[in-house]
């Protein structure tokens, strides 16, 4: 985070007049926060009553486009590529200059100095907490989009994904909430299986309908083609599991749909089949919350991605590439792997002197196993609180981290692999 501050000085001659001060955005910032401050000795209606100074602020970017205005109602506003102040626009920041708008609706006779202060949040990667398998109103859920996100900003969720069943409408006009992400998906629903179509706002050419694996493989690659992420949902689910016989026609699974049960560890264990096959494919999860009162409850399970930015393309991305790990919820046990300069997802080359390091955050006591194309094999015992250390690996394939409560034996959480050469 970097900071501009200055003074600026409006005499009693300005007062009732408009103008703006420029200051320099510089490269690679993501997010802008304007706040200040001036003498004020009385605030609201007594203001019109007796005399003071009312300073109103707004805001514009580098090619002088309007973005918003507060008037005097708030003292710091923002404006970032995932989300704003309320009444400002949503958009990415680029360098320039940009400018305050001043409105010097009051001043005292002796004039008034405004401090400016301007915040720079630059764009870095960063561990994102969120839920990727959500349903609105718009299809089966109880609750429509800005209250989820309310919901889900309460539970400390960056990010979430509604996927309505066959449904884009929602995607078209999504909210915008300062510091949450809301990731466009469609959650395909076919009588053979179900598919979240991440990424693309409007994923299908015509309509949703497929009656043949030909008919499925079109929308797929039309999808594809827009730039969309698939992941087949709960593929092992007794009610509704994935059916057709084409297993190359997903890029990632989820492995964890709602509370963890016996539909999501036949999941897990189909997911290291195909690894152990020869797929790479990153591990997702999802709650499948479709309203309070329900089983699924919002950010159980969680899916933590490491981030270029907030913003939904950059989410996207990293979950594609397997930057993640999915965890019980935002308590739940945090995991890490790396592999000499590798990490989750990434591909590195085999060296029999280069161990995996593991980092863990786990509040109760877990069991670590370390599964690879050969076995699965415990790695500590009943892990509690903050813990780092080495463990050797032979060649192999791949290998990823599940954690498992040692009491009752459930599964709390899972990396992604990391991939050998």
Known sequence: MSTTKFTHKISRSSQGSYYTIPFTVPENIVKLTVS????????????DLKPSNTIDIGLSDETGRFLGWSGSAHSSISVGEYGSSHGYLCEKINPGEWGIIVGAYHVMPEGVEVKYTVEFEEKKPLWLFGDLHVHSNASDGSLDAHDIGKLAQKGRLDFTALANHNNFAENLHLPHEEDFTFVPAVEWTHYNGHMNFFGVPAPFENSFIANTGEDMKKIIEHARSLGAVISVNHPKCRFCPY????????????????????????????????????RRLPAVGGSDFHGPGGIPKLGNPVTAVFSASRSAGDIVSAISKGHAF???????VKLNLTYGEAGLGDEARYNKDTPLKVSIHAAGGSDILLVTDKDEQ?????????????????????????????TSGKICAVTNPIYFK
């Open 36 to 47: 200040y401050e001036y003498y004020r000795p009385t605030k609201g209606f007594l203001a």
């Open 243 to 278: 059916k057709w016989e084409d297993e190359e026609s997903f890029d990632m699974v989820e492995i964890w749909n709602g509370p963890m049960r016996k539909t999501n560890t036949d999941g897990i264990e189909w997911w290291t089949g195909l690894l152990r096959a020869g």
């Open 378 to 406: 415990l790695l500590k015992k009943n892990v509690k609180g903050d813990i780092v250390f080495e463990a050797p690996v032979e060649e192999t394939r791949f290998a990823y981290i599940k954690a498992v409560r040692g």
């Open 326 to 332: 999915v965890t019980s919820g935002i308590n739940g």
